[in-house]
């Protein structure tokens, strides 16, 4: 018969655990800093000398911040030095003498809580928006749904899976009009031709395939990539093709010579994205290695950043953090950006502000697994009015705004963002 000391350890080991709390990837980051300073330092138990330049300047800020408004104070004229009253000679001797005419002033703008008056802020309102629903699920392909592009007249998408195929969909109806097959390996990237009845495709068989659309099939092919091709665009001027790859170099072609025009390196890991402009810079390419060239918005797992074009200037972060790997980004006209998440989360973004009004995800088809609800690439239409997202289980799900909300029914719930003066 078991004991008390038995039961007693069988009891505690079957307590229950209490639940981690998450943690933020800087806070991870920190504490992985701390702990290798801790194990491999020589003086991690001295403290740290203080630096005597930064504490005068972190002085004479504080001494400005609360005393600048009343340092230099106007004094009274000589006649008036002499004139003392009652009041003033009965005062303590350590009194600090405030003119009279500042008083209505100080009264005005000091306050015992702050010596700064405040200042509104300066950050851009958001505008409303309405939320985004699902509406459609469209079911056919059998491997991951990777890329997407759709038709300059906007009757018909395509999108390119793991399963090797490119099928193209209806945008009004959503049935299946056609399925192209050609590729060995799963398809990462698609392009539509304005110009030409041409559709551009790219995937990890190193291939990178011209489709005369009038005929469904493959007229040329593009050679050179020595890996996996992840991304194409076209210029929008020029018959030029642009792709990028696990060789990390962006290729340059010409579409009608299948001539390979420039190489433009540069990147040290995998060009995954590619974007092209008729202005300077016409190329804009995003990779693993963590950089970006001439870009005007990147995504990653810490951050959401803007940039000025054409000289790349950091502009602010978006003012959330969606705290997953963003497989893709897009953005329509009327200033409604989407982030799509490795996770299945699909955010909705003001983009002058930056303020998310909406936070979505996604929900897996039957007989998937909740790990598959990872979304791999979103695209809006010609309109602007749908959006839709190809995932990991296999389906592509169509989105649109809800016509019902109103702003009184979906208020904006803005807070700008604290402009720290913080040396």
Avoid at 252 to 275: M, P, Y
Avoid at 326 to 352: H, Q, Y
Avoid at 403 to 409: D, F, H, K, W
């Amino acid at each position: 018969m078991p004991g008390p000391a038995t039961m007693a350890a069988t009891s505690s080991s079957t307590a229950v655990v209490e639940p981690v709390e998450p943690q933020s990837l800087k806070k991870l980051s920190l504490k992985s800093l701390k702990r290798a300073l801790d194990v491999f330092a020589s003086t991690h138990s001295q403290p740290v000398p203080p630096d005597p330049r930064s504490k005068q300047i972190r002085i004479n800020y504080k001494v400005d911040a609360l005393y600048g408004a009343v340092k230099n104070l106007p004094t009274k004229p000589p006649e008036e030095q002499g004139n003392t009253t009652l009041r003033d000679q009965g005062a303590p001797s350590n009194a600090i003498a405030v003119p009279e005419t500042m008083l209505g002033y100080l009264s005005r703008v000091l306050t015992s809580a702050a010596i700064i008056e405040r200042l509104p802020s300066k950050w851009p309102r958001p505008v409303w928006h309405a939320p985004w629903k699902n509406y459609r699920v469209i079911s056919g392909h059998l491997g991951w749904v990777r890329s997407i592009a759709f038709d300059p007249s906007n009757e018909w998408f395509c999108t390119g899976s793991a399963d090797r195929t490119i099928k193209i969909w209806s945008v009004a109806t959503g049935k299946l009009k056609l399925t192209l097959t050609g590729h060995i390996e799963q398809i990462r990237g698609l392009a539509v031709s304005v110009r030409h009845p041409y559709m551009f495709s790219a995937g990890d068989d190193k291939q990178v395939k011209c489709w005369d659309l009038e005929q469904n099939k493959v007229i040329r092919s593009y050679h050179g990539h020595l890996s996996g091709v992840y991304c194409l665009a076209l210029h929008p001027t020029l018959d030029v093709l642009l792709t990028g790859g696990r060789d990390s170099v962006c290729r340059v072609w010409d579409i009608r010579t299948k001539a390979q025009i420039f190489a433009l390196s540069g990147h040290e890991n995998t060009v995954c994205s590619v974007f092209t402009q008729a202005v300077d810079p016409q190329v804009v390419t995003g990779s693993h290695d963590t950089t970006v060239n001439n870009t005007f918005a990147s995504a990653s797992a810490d951050n959401i950043k803007k940039f000025m074009l054409p000289r790349g200037e950091f502009l602010h972060n978006m003012l959330s953090q969606q705290k997953t790997i963003i497989n893709s980004m897009a953005v329509n006209e009327d200033g409604v950006m989407a982030t799509a998440g490795d996770n299945g989360s699909l955010w909705f973004w003001d983009w002058k502000s930056g303020h998310n009004f909406q936070q979505s995800q996604t929900i897996v088809q039957p007989g998937s697994l909740d790990s598959e609800a990872g979304i791999y690439a979103l695209s809006y239409d010609v309109t602007g009015s749908r959006l839709v997202s190809c995932e990991a289980d296999k389906t592509i799900k169509m989105w649109k705004q809800d016509e019902m909300a109103t702003p009184e029914t979906h208020p904006v719930n803005f807070k700008p963002p604290k402009e720290f003066r913080r040396f």
